[in-house]
Structure formats: structure tokens, C-alpha cells
């Protein structure tokens, strides 16, 4: 017994078009052929997967970047209210100063744990007293405020009276 199969155009087997053993050709070919429609899926599911990757890799690469950021603007501000501390330190320090002597001027440098600090009193009515701390040895290559007072000092029975008229924090 033979089988064959039979196509519209031509015979490809013995079998006339009317036989009982004839399979047709389109049911038996539509198995085999890679249809087309399969193949322009699979290139629009790749060029999908290409954007949507490119998507997130942008989403990532901005939040790893607003990340370091927010990490950059904490560390300045730490460094920075560190510096205001060490600066109104050795305000203190200098206030302290002149309620012991009411006429000191000039530069002073107290001595600070963890940076360093100047100080410059300026004789006057009312007396200018300037405080700049820094977060390292040296102020030029740190974090540092200044921070400006304008005083006046009354004496009354050998006790010296601060009374400030002005505390800011002024630029550098």
C-alpha cells in the first residue's frame, strides 16, 4: 500500500484527486512551514525587551546618581554644622575672654578638638567680635562658618556685663 500527497497544481504521488488515501497538502504543509508572522513577533518581543531594558537601566543609573546626592548634601551639611559649632565654640570662648579683660583686640586662636578656630576682637563702640571655625587644621581646605557679634561690655562694681546687640552667622 503507497500514500501520497496530493497537490492542487501537480501530483506528487499516484493517487488520483478523488482517493480515499489522498492528505491534503495544506493541513500537512501548514506543520512544517515557519510561518512569518512567528518571526516578526519574536523581532518585536527583542526590540521590546531592548527599550524596556534601556528603560531601566536609565531609571537605575538616576537613582544610583540622586543617591550620591543626597549622600554628597548630608556630608556637607554635617561638615558644615560641625564647622558652625567650632565657630560659636570659640565665640564663647572669646566672650569669656573679655569678661575677664574688657580691653582685649586683637587675633586669638583657642585651641579646638577636632579643627581649628580665629577669633578677632575690634575695639569700638560697640565692640565687633568675629569667630571662624573650621573643620581641619588649616581653613582653606575645609568646611567653615563665621560668625559676627557686635557687644558692648558696662562695668558695675568690678563685674563686667556683656550685652549683645548683634549675632549672625555672616558669609566668608
Known sequence: MEFGIWNNDSALSSFPPNSKFQIPNSNLMSIFQIPTSKFHSGFALLATLVIISAAALIVAYSAIMLGLGELDLGYTSQKGAEAL????????????????????????????????????????????????????????????????????????????????????????
Do not use: H
Open 85 to 172: 559649632s567650632i565657630a560659636e565654640g570659640c565665640m564663647e570662648e572669646a566672650l569669656r575672654r573679655l569678661r575677664i579683660n574688657p580691653s582685649l583686640t586683637g587675633t586669638l586662636t583657642p585651641t579646638v578638638f577636632n579643627g581649628s578656630c580665629s577669633v578677632s576682637i575690634t575695639a569700638g563702640s560697640p565692640i565687633v567680635v568675629t569667630s571662624t571655625g573650621c573643620t581641619a587644621a588649616s581653613c582653606a581646605s575645609a568646611y567653615s562658618k563665621k560668625i559676627r557679634v557686635e557687644l558692648t561690655i558696662n562695668t558695675t562694681n568690678q563685674i563686667n556685663a556683656i550685652t549683645i546687640g548683634k549675632w549672625e552667622e555672616v558669609s566668608l
